[in-house]
């Protein structure tokens, strides 16, 4: 990420002072039943340049490093950190759910990432060991808005919007090289927010879904949450724009006209007694549940896919026998059914859930309320935080055998039973992804369109023959699947078969929720 001079001068100054308060702490030494720490080749530093450099990625790094260790300790300033890379540890995690919590970070998401004022956050945070506080009664407001009739609604209105997109890339025929994830990023930023915001919708404009992306982009230098404003200006004055805009969509009441999902947030936030600013502000928040894993995992579905002809054909034919219904006549439409693909398209589903094992690069995120004893072995000192990086838990051998570093598209089926535990890609029982049914679906329906109506070839820049070669990582940190740091091009050409028809969406009512595996 580039910084301008001012806002390099003022990086400078942070890690100075970060240093001095890091120096004063070298001294303090591990309790020994706490995992054994893991020092960094740089000083007191290291692993703060690490995890801004590569994100959680960089823990696993580090488990690379050290295979013999279950857990470790990293000690970064003001912040001590566990790190889980073992399945059998997550058990233990889910029977200390109290006080080992995902709440408290809401609290800190409120400050850092939607800059809320200190008011706020004191009624966002927990109250208690183990539960309380706002942002737990906001989560537990979106639940029910993800499921049943919400669910539907969104998932009615996000197809709608697809269709467009898809639609005009079909008849674009001016444009048949595009960049696969920038194309995928507006396509499906356009659906989810649509779904969720309604009409008056703030991300219609192009110019804040660009400020969106701007922050998302610029997010690890605004969680550090020192003079954001002049360390992260681009970012922040993105940020700020959106908040602006989320301001006037509430004071036009757009959320009555939105999801079950934006009013059950409104009105969650509202008993909580944030003032219209902050409701904002966490709006703005709700951005990267909705758009910044959906929309890499969605590319990287895609890539796995297209570069694997022998399982497109095999998706392809499942969803085309299943889940594709054609009306011949006069008006002759091609309707892809949700429902189906859920009930009639096993092998699709399971190579759908392989993809996010194979590309997670998340980490799921803890606080340690108390002391506790993990497993019996392993100290987690109160105050402290625990990670469980994806790419670690999802390599791991105890969970996915001899063939843990493959794609294995059948890993999912029932006819294909494997040791439970370890997938983490949603999150980690109790606390798991609310909206999990809704980006399962809109990656689902989108591949199925995108796979049955075109072929992909890859291209360079110059529009010359290339391969399915994996490009660069951009480690942001909102993104579980990192997006590619540069442009990958391909060539969309219209499939033969069904070319003139009309095509559509079909989401039954009361079909939405996938059986998808979970941590």
């Known amino acids: 990420m580039a910084f301008d001079a001012v806002s390099a001068l003022a990086l400078l100054a942070f890690i100075a002072l970060a240093s001095i308060f890091a120096l004063s702490r070298a001294g303090d030494k591990l309790d020994p039943r706490e995992p054994p720490e893991i020092k960094s080749t740089i000083p007191v530093l290291g692993h703060l340049f690490g995890l801004l450099s590569k994100g959680v990625s960089y823990y696993y790094s580090l488990s690379l490093k050290n295979p013999d260790l279950p857990a470790f300790t990293v000690n970064i300033p003001q912040a001590k950190t566990y790190i889980i890379t073992s399945p059998a540890l997550l058990a233990a995690v889910q029977r200390n759910a109290r006080n080992i919590s995902f709440e408290p970070l809401l609290g800190q998401a409120t400050e850092r990432i939607a800059g809320c004022s200190q008011e706020t956050v004191n009624k966002i945070r927990p109250l208690r060991s183990g539960g309380g506080g706002g ?5 537990h407001a979106m639940h029910p808005a993800l499921l049943g009739d919400g669910l539907d609604d969104m998932n009615e209105a996000m197809a709608k919007n697809l269709k467009v997109s898809i639609d005009e890339l079909a ?22 927010t649509d779904s969720t915001w309604g009409p008056l919708n703030p991300y219609k404009s192009k110019f804040l879904r660009d400020c969106f992306w701007e922050l998302d982009n610029g997010l690890g230098q605004v969680v550090l949450n020192f003079a954001p404003h002049i360390i992260a200006r681009k970012p922040w004055k993105a940020r700020e724009a959106l908040v602006k805009a989320f301001k006037a969509y509430l004071e036009a009441k757009g959320h009555e006209q939105g999801s079950m999902l934006a009013k059950a947030r409104y009105t969650s936030l509202s008993e909580v007694g944030l003032p219209m600013d902050d409701i904002a502000r966490q709006e703005v928040g709700m951005g990267f549940g909705l758009l910044s894993n959906t929309i890499p995992s ?7 896919l297209f570069s694997r002809p022998d399982v497109l054909e095999k998706v392809r034919e499942e969803v085309r026998a299943n889940a594709l219904h054609i009306t011949e006549g006069s008006s002759r439409s091609a309707i892809i059914d949700l429902a189906d693909i859920r009930d009639k398209c096993p092998f699709f589903v399971s190579t759908f859930q392989e993809s996010l094992r194979f590309r997670s690069r998340g980490a799921p995120t803890r606080y340690v309320f108390e002391d506790v004893l993990l497993d019996g072995k392993y100290l987690l000192k109160k105050g402290s935080t625990l990670q469980m990086p994806a790419v670690a838990l999802h390599s791991h051998p105890n969970s996915w055998g001899s063939s843990s570093a493959e794609f294995k598209p059948t890993r999912y089926l029932k006819t294909n039973p494997r040791k439970v535990g370890g997938f983490v890609g949603f999150g ?8 999990r049914h809704f980006a399962s679906s809109e990656i689902l329906i989108f591949a199925a369109a995108l796979i049955l109506r075109f072929d992909f070839t890859p291209t360079s820049s110059s529009s010359s023959p290339s391969s399915w070669i994996e490009p660069p990582l951009n480690y942001v940190l909102a993104a579980s699947a990192t997006p590619p740091s540069k442009p990958f091009y391909v060539k969309a050409t219209p499939r ?8 559509d969406f079909r989401v039954t009512r009361g079909k939405g929720q996938f059986g998808l595996v979970i941590g």
């Open 135 to 139: 942002g737990q009664d906001v989560v």
């Open 171 to 192: 008849a674009d025929s001016s444009k048949p090289t595009i960049d696969l994830f920038d194309w995928c990023k507006d396509a499906m930023t356009i659906a989810s």
């Open 298 to 304: 969605t590319f990287w579905f895609l890539f796995d």
């Open 428 to 435: 980690v029982s109790p606390s798991v992804c609310p909206g």
């Open 496 to 503: 033969d078969e069904y070319k003139d028809y009309d095509w």
